[in-house]
């Protein structure tokens, strides 16, 4: 079975996330905290735990020999040839904040690489989706090719990350040589942002301590329109941590040594 087998499959499983979401946005829903006293406020929702179970439901009955990694309910058969990599709202904060910057991401990983990625905005209507060799926009203003700009340098980049705050101190100030260069820089998006970078709309995302299931979908949005997505050390991007992606190679070689000096 070939990559392309999976699409109509993807689609189904953003549909049926996206109508179990829906009805929970922007409603007085309750909202537990993941983390640990002392540490960052990471929310979870009833609409982050019911979208999962869905979308893992539909993996299992479809796909039973496949792997499944997801941010609310964990790790199955991580070893399989196909792994799907679920993270049912990506953007929680901006979710119970009534924003809608959130989506769902859904990945394919085929013996560890990620292979296909979508990312679906259900409130607005919008699919980003890629496989590295091309990405694709469907929504309201209908559907097209994704190809990232080209920027030569930072001084006439726009650059993009969720907040600094979530940074630690030396990440920030690292953060904070490229932000000094670039022409514009703003805050907020989580994976809307690297969206907007497939788009061509932006040109830097920089993150940290990312999971898996934040970047893995996309990837493959990325690199299929064109652009660069590594950790801030050059190297692959699928296992989180620190990320930066660049719609030109030279804005992201430019922002590596920012952030490495």
Same mark, same amino acid.
């Not at 009955?61 to 679920?86: C, K, M, R, S």
């Given at each position: ?10 689609g ?9 979401i $829906?009805p ?13 006293? /002392?540490?960052?406020?990471?929310? &979870? ?8 179970a ?13 792997g499944?990694? +997801?941010?609310?309910?964990g ?13 049912p ?8 904040? *009534?924003?809608?910057?959130? #989506? ?12 296909? #990625? ?6 607005? *209507?919008?699919?980003?989706? /890629?496989d ?6 469907? #929504? %309201?203003?209908g559907?097209?090719?994704?190809? =990232? ?14 907040? %600094? $705050?979530?940074?630690?101190?030396d ?6 040589? &490229?932000?000094h260069?670039?022409? $514009?820089?703003?805050?907020? *998006?989580?994976?809307?942002?690297y969206?907007?970078?497939?788009? +061509?709309?932006?040109d830097? &995302? ?9 970047v ?5 949005? =990325?690199t299929?329109? +064109? ?5 801030w050390?050059? +190297? ?6 620190r990320?930066?992606?660049? #719609? ?5 070689q430019?922002?590596?040594? $920012?952030?490495?000096?």
């Amino acid at each position: 079975m070939t990559v392309i087998d999976f699409t109509a499959f993807i689609g189904r499983l953003a549909t049926s996330a996206g109508e179990t979401i $829906l009805p929970m946005f922007r409603t007085a829903l309750a909202i537990d905290n993941k983390s640990t006293p /002392g540490h960052e406020f990471d929310p &979870v929702t009833e609409a982050d735990r019911a979208a999962e179970a869905v979308m893992r439901r539909m993996i299992k009955e479809t796909f039973p020999q496949h792997g499944i990694v +997801g941010e609310e309910f964990g790790t199955e058969n991580p070893d399989a040839e196909y792994v799907w990599v679920l993270d049912p709202i990506d953007g929680t904060k901006s979710f119970i904040a *009534g924003f809608p910057i959130w #989506g769902t991401l859904i990945a394919l990983l085929h013996r560890g690489t990620p292979v296909y #990625g979508m990312m679906h905005q259900p409130f607005i *209507g919008e699919r980003f989706s /890629g496989d590295s060799q091309s990405a694709s926009y469907r #929504g %309201p203003s209908g559907e097209r090719s994704l190809a =990232v700009r080209r920027c030569a340098l930072l001084q006439d980049a726009t650059t993009y990350t969720t907040s %600094p $705050l979530l940074m630690n101190a030396d990440d920030r100030a690292a953060y904070g040589r &490229v932000e000094h260069e670039v022409r $514009l820089s703003r805050y907020g *998006g989580d994976c809307y942002a690297y969206c907007m970078l497939a788009a +061509g709309n932006l040109d830097l &995302v920089i993150e940290t301590e990312l999971k898996p299931y934040d970047v893995a979908a996309l990837i493959p949005i =990325v690199t299929g329109a +064109g652009g660069i997505i590594t950790t801030w050390e050059g +190297g692959p991007a699928q296992n989180g941590g620190r990320i930066i992606a660049a #719609g030109d190679p030279r804005i992201h070689q430019a922002a590596m040594k $920012l952030l490495a000096s």
